[in-house]
């Protein structure tokens, strides 16, 4: 049972955490270590958090989460980490890019360390959260943490780099309101072209799950010989769509790597 956990850094993506641990984990002591004083008051006065500092003594806590940034004080953070906590506690980093042996050369290879890429959509119960672990975690322990919050995905590390630039659901945002100009600059008013626009990207959802096709079947389906969406997929070929899309991606991955230090890894 998970009765404590502590956070250094206690930015977006740890609040997103805290609230739904706030929400969903009534009992757990949540305890966070921020530089920012306006960051300390929103987190005390909206979810009870014991606010800490790196000069006091640390509690016992079942699970120290980092969450600062992979171009703040990492190396610091981590010698800290290991003068004040047992290895007891497992240490669970959300610092994009940063691996598990780099953690481990710091702070040794005794502690139980996850590695995880929450995603923020958790709010809202979506949100797969990758998840790697060295051979010290137990599963069980760390279970009811990841329940609140999103859905557990254990993958190969490897794999982490490659969800964290690929996962966050910025394109579909980009997508949406591409889209949504683009019905206002044909003519329509905003409010018509986004009620459209979201009906659209759930409806193509629904179709996609919900259907025995393919998304390419789909679109034939649309596609009637010289119509309208055989016009369209052509104008989307010539400005190469797709290509952009993926490269986007490659080039998210990229520099989760190179924000990581992981480029020759
Ligand atoms: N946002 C996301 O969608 C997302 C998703 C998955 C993973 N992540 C990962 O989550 C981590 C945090 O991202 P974020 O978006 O939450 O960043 P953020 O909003 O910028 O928050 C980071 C906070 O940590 C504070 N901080 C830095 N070093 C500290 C230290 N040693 N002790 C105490 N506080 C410290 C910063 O204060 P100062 O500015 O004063 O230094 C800042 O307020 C990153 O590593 C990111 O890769 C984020």
């Not at 669970?92 to 959509?121: C, F, H, L, W």
């Not at 999103?150 to 964290?164: A, R, S, W």
């Not at 959802?205 to 119509?227: H, K």
């Amino acid at each position: 049972m998970t009765k404590s956990v502590y956070f250094i850094g206690g930015g977006n993506m740890a609040e997103a955490i805290i609230a739904a641990l706030h929400q969903k984990l009534q009992t757990v002591t949540i305890y966070v270590e921020e530089h920012q004083s306006t960051r300390q008051e929103i987190l005390k006065s909206k979810y009870n958090v014991t606010l800490k500092s790196p000069e006091e003594i640390a509690p016992e806590v079942d699970l120290l989460v980092i969450a600062i940034r992979p171009q703040d004080d990492l190396t610091g953070t981590l010698e800290s980490i290991q003068r004040r906590f047992s290895k007891a506690t497992t240490i669970i980093s959300i610092v994009a890019g940063y691996s598990i042996s780099k953690i481990e050369q710091i702070i040794g290879s005794d502690y139980p360390i996850v590695r995880t890429i929450p995603n923020t959509m958790t709010t809202i119960d979506y949100g797969y959260s990758g998840i790697a672990t060295n051979s010290h975690v137990d599963k069980e322990t760390i279970a009811p943490f990841f329940s609140t919050f999103g859905k557990p995905l254990y993958v190969e590390e490897q794999y982490l780099d490659i969800i964290t630039g690929f996962y966050p659901p910025n394109i579909v945002y980009h997508f949406y309101d591409a889209l949504t100009d683009a019905g206002v600059i044909a003519g329509l008013p905003r409010a018509i072209s986004e009620k459209i626009v979201i009906d659209n990207l759930v409806g193509a959802v629904e179709m996609i799950q919900s259907r025995d096709a393919t998304p390419q079947e789909l679109i034939n389906i649309n596609n009637s010989p010289g119509g309208v969406g055989a016009n369209l997929l052509y104008e989307l070929n010539q400005k190469g769509f797709a290509a952009a899309i993926q490269s986007a991606v490659l080039r998210a991955v990229s520099r989760t790597k190179e924000l990581g230090g992981n480029q020759d890894e």
